[in-house]
Nanobody, 121 residues
């Protein structure tokens, strides 16, 4: 019913930039919040940044000042602009969203399939 499709990952040199996109589709009534998480090999998945429908943003300390989350509500899309990338940013990046659909009539949490970001020289 709901799909989240990420794009924009890849290989980048330290100090470089990437922009991730995640588009939600399906029988969406409203999106309460969208966000980005990441999981490095051997580590737990961690929050990178999340934005509510009211515009409240929560950003991890490790990426503050370097990463920016934004949304295009008309396109049901969340973006993650990543600047000044470091090798320690290497991870699989996942988007998530709290979405109300006609099928459930309560907001449920959905996840994308993940996109690999590798920062290496």
């Amino acid at each position: 019913q709901v799909q989240l499709v990420e794009s924009g990952g890849g290989l980048v040199q330290p100090g470089g930039s990437l922009r991730l996109s995640c588009a939600a589709s399906g029988s969406i009534i409203i999106i309460d919040a969208m966000g980005w998480y990441r999981q490095a090999p051997g580590k737990q998945r961690e929050l990178v940044a999340r934005i509510s429908s009211g515009g409240r943003i929560n950003t991890a300390d490790s990426v503050k000042g370097r990463f920016t989350i934004s949304t295009d509500n008309a396109k049901n899309t969340v973006y993650l602009q990543m600047n000044s990338l470091k090798p320690e940013d290497t991870a699989v990046y996942y988007c998530d969203a709290d979405i109300l659909t006609r099928a459930t009539m309560i907001p449920l949490n959905y996840w994308g399939q993940g996109t690999q970001v590798t920062v290496s020289s």
